[in-house]
């Protein structure tokens, strides 16, 4: 049984750099693709990204650490959504 599991994922965005980071980083623009979802972050590495919200009538909370942050040039963090149904260890890394 596989008991670790790391993804990673490029891809090239046809977009002036400011407005592809402030998608990524402005929760009014996160909330308009991610479901709704409230995104809760400081940007400082370590510090906690949380993106709460309702979907389907199901309440969620997904969470994930700030693991590198550099203004527009590179955002790191881990990511577990709630309804994975995995203990509360973040453990996939995007960025």
């Known amino acids: 049984m596989q008991t670790t599991y790391t ?3 490029t891809t090239v965005i046809k ?3 400011p407005s592809v980071w ?4 402005d929760p009014e623009k996160v909330k308009k693709y ?3 979802s409230d995104q809760q972050c400081d940007w400082k ?3 906690d990204i949380i993106w709460k919200g309702s979907y389907d009538g ?3 909370e ?9 203004p527009m040039k590179r955002i790191i963090y881990s990511y ?5 149904g995995l203990p509360d260890k973040p453990k996939i890394t995007f960025g």
Request: charged letters at 15%.
């Open 7 to 9: 993804s990673a994922y």
């Open 15 to 17: 977009a002036p750099v």
């Open 22 to 25: 402030n998608a990524l980083t």
């Open 34 to 36: 991610f479901f709704g």
């Open 45 to 47: 590495v370590g510090s």
């Open 58 to 60: 199901k309440t969620y």
């Open 62 to 70: 997904d969470k994930g650490k700030i693991l590198a942050y550099e």
């Open 80 to 84: 577990l959504s709630n309804w994975s």
